[in-house]
T-cell receptor, first 112, second 114 residues
Framework: SQQGEEDPQALSIQEGENATMNCSYK?????LQWYRQNSGRGLVHLIL?????REKHSGRLRVTLDTSKKSSSLLITASRAADTASYFC????????????FGKGITLSVRP | NAGVTQTPKFQVLKTGQSMTLQCAQD?????MYWYRQDPGMGLRLIYY???????DKGEVPNGYNVSRLNKREFSLRLESAAPSQTSVYFC?????????????FGPGTRLLVL
């Protein structure tokens, strides 16, 4: 499968703690994206990192990409109860006309 | 600016019935997509349309047809619904940019086939 793996499948932390979620993939990518899905809603784009980038920040989000290990991490700092959601890693393979491939998602619960 | 809208929100069908899921976007995006989301399976691409007048199969196209009616609208049709098509269906749109292409999702249609 070219979908790779997301790790962990579920994560439960206390408000204020940091949450780290990992994504691995198997083929060369053009970019990697993270999306959030609140319960019963559609996905919302969080951040995109290109294959020639190693780290990006957006507010409390930090994404890293290690193309040699074919892996990415999403770090949410100082988590809030409102961060409770499912998080999806989506890879766009290298090559023209490639489509996004989504992982199965990571369920994050932030306890107040 | 509503973004991506989908109708209906919920639908119950009997096996063999047909229905069309509607999707519209007001962001002037060229590309539109239909996904299904099942527990433990993530999102799987059913069909996509890179531009008005073109459609292509995704990962799981069997049992579905699509129509890109115009730039705004992209519909998904189930001709003869089966219980295996019970799922949540998401429509998305996107526009290519220099930094990469991101997708904007609708709120989903929850379909139950009995």
């Amino acid at each position: 499968s070219q979908q790779g793996e997301e790790d962990p499948q579920a994560l439960s932390i206390q408000e204020g703690e940091n949450a780290t979620m990992n994504c691995s993939y198997k083929t060369s990518i053009n970019n990697l994206q993270w999306y959030r899905q609140n319960s019963g809603r559609g996905l919302v784009h969080l951040i995109l990192i290109r294959s020639n980038e190693r780290e990006k920040h957006s507010g409390r989000l930090r994404v890293t990409l290690d193309t040699s290990k074919k892996s990415s991490s999403l770090l949410i700092t100082a988590s809030r109860a409102a961060d409770t959601a499912s998080y999806f890693c989506a890879r766009r393979k290298a090559g023209a006309n490639s489509k996004l491939t989504f992982g199965k998602g990571i369920t994050l619960s932030v306890r107040p | 600016n509503a973004g991506v809208t989908q109708t209906p929100k919920f639908q119950v069908l009997k096996t063999g019935q047909s229905m069309t899921l509607q999707c519209a976007q007001d962001m002037n995006h060229n590309s539109m997509y239909w996904y299904r989301q099942d527990p433990g399976m993530g999102l799987r691409l059913i069909y996509y349309s890179a531009s008005e007048g073109t459609t292509d199969k995704g990962e799981v196209p069997n049992g579905y047809n699509v129509s890109r009616l115009n730039k705004r609208e992209f519909s998904l049709r189930l001709e003869s619904a089966a219980p295996s098509q019970t799922s949540v269906y998401f429509c998305a749109s996107s526009e290519k940019r220099a930094g990469g292409e991101t997708q904007y999702f609708g709120p989903g249609t929850r379909l139950l086939v009995l």
